[in-house]
């Protein structure tokens, strides 16, 4: 009997923690964010504690290292991307991972309190979308396709394409100020094919791959452990007493991640050579792309030069 009270405390406590965390990590009407002079404010929606950290983590560091400002926000918990932890617990656990990452990559990183698999394509959602996006000021908006696998993925980008116009109407959320300018929309990438990927984007990494896989590492629920799918490879289990197999684990997840951004600057080989220029961009190895979102500006019309070396100043020719 002592040990289920003591169980049902530590649960409470948890809700408790999650509840006010959480709700305290989210962008709302009385989160206030100061644009520094001469400097870009970039906000990346992710499904998932882990989502933005892997699309745009190469991105981010670049902006950072150049004074920008970017916020990483999570649109659910995440509770069920384990095979073994669920619930509150592992709700903590994946918000603790990514403050993590955020320390590594110099970004801030939020936390929905939408459970994970739970996001919807609904009202509520979308002007929270609204809220976030005017009270982070932002410049630049990021997050998935609408088409994906997974229905957190989706919605996700659903709900940032349902903003984009709608983020610069007064009467939409007259509780949070308006934007001076309509930001620019972007899709990170994935590789579906209905329809096909367009590179309209893409970012060199080889300066801060390394740190954006210690970022990712720290993820360890997901990167270390096997996430929600850890069930399939036996050695999952056996790493929980074998530090040895852990760490080999650990170095494995790490080479995959490397190969998968080294594949993305092969997608966007003919992207790089354009914007970087034929002698640098060639032998680029590591590259995050994306793709501009059609709605939020204009019908056809594409990024600009000017715009361009405006939200991605990084991106230069030698």
């Known amino acids: 009997m002592r040990n289920l009270m003591q169980r ?4 409470l406590c948890l809700l408790s923690f999650l509840h006010g965390g959480f709700l305290a990590a989210q962008l709302n009407s009385r989160d206030t964010f100061e644009r520094k002079e001469g400097k870009l404010r970039v906000i990346s929606f992710g499904a998932h504690p882990d989502d933005a950290e892997i699309r745009t983590g190469g991105a981010a560091l670049l902006w950072g290292e150049l004074g920008h400002e ?23 656990r994946r918000y603790d991972e990514v403050q993590k990452a955020a320390e590594i990559l110099g970004v801030k990183s939020f936390v ?42 989706r919605y996700t980008g659903v709900l940032m394409q349902d903003s984009a116009f709608i983020v610069n ?12 300018k309509i930001p620019v929309f972007l899709f990170s990438y994935d590789e579906f094919q209905n329809p096909p990927f367009r590179v309209d984007i893409a970012v060199a990494l080889d300066d801060v791959i390394e740190k954006k ?16 799918l850890g ?7 056996k790493a929980k007493t074998d530090q040895k197999l852990r760490e080999e684990l650990r170095a494995e997840s790490r080479e995959m991640y490397r190969k998968r951004f080294a594949k ?15 002698e640098i961009g060639s032998k680029i190895k ?10 939020g500006r204009p019908e056809g019309e594409k990024l600009s030069a000017k715009e361009i070396e405006f939200l991605f100043p990084f991106i230069t020719k030698k």
């Not at 970017?70 to 903590?92: D, I, N, P, R, Y």
């Not at 109407?169 to 001076?180: A, G, Q, S, Y």
Request: hydrophobic content about 40%; some cysteine.
């Open 8 to 11: 049902f405390l530590t649960a």
């Open 70 to 92: 970017v916020a990483f926000v999570s649109t659910t918990t995440g509770e069920g991307g384990h095979w073994q932890e669920m619930g509150t617990l592992l709700a903590k």
């Open 112 to 153: 929905w309190g939408v459970r994970g698999g739970e996001i919807e394509a609904n009202l509520e959602n979308r002007y929270r979308f609204v809220r976030a996006i005017r009270q982070w000021k932002a410049d630049l908006v990021i997050a998935h396709r609408p088409n994906d696998y997974h229905p957190d993925h």
């Open 169 to 180: 109407v007064p009467n939409v959320c007259p509780d949070t100020e308006l934007l001076e």
């Open 213 to 228: 896989l210690d970022a990712l590492m720290v993820i360890e629920s997901q990167f270390v452990e096997g996430g929600a």
């Open 231 to 237: 069930y399939m490879d036996p050695r999952y289990a």
């Open 264 to 278: 993305w600057a092969d997608v966007s080989r003919e992207k790089l050579i354009e914007l970087y220029g034929q």
């Open 286 to 295: 590591y590259a995050e792309p994306f793709e501009l979102c059609p709605y």
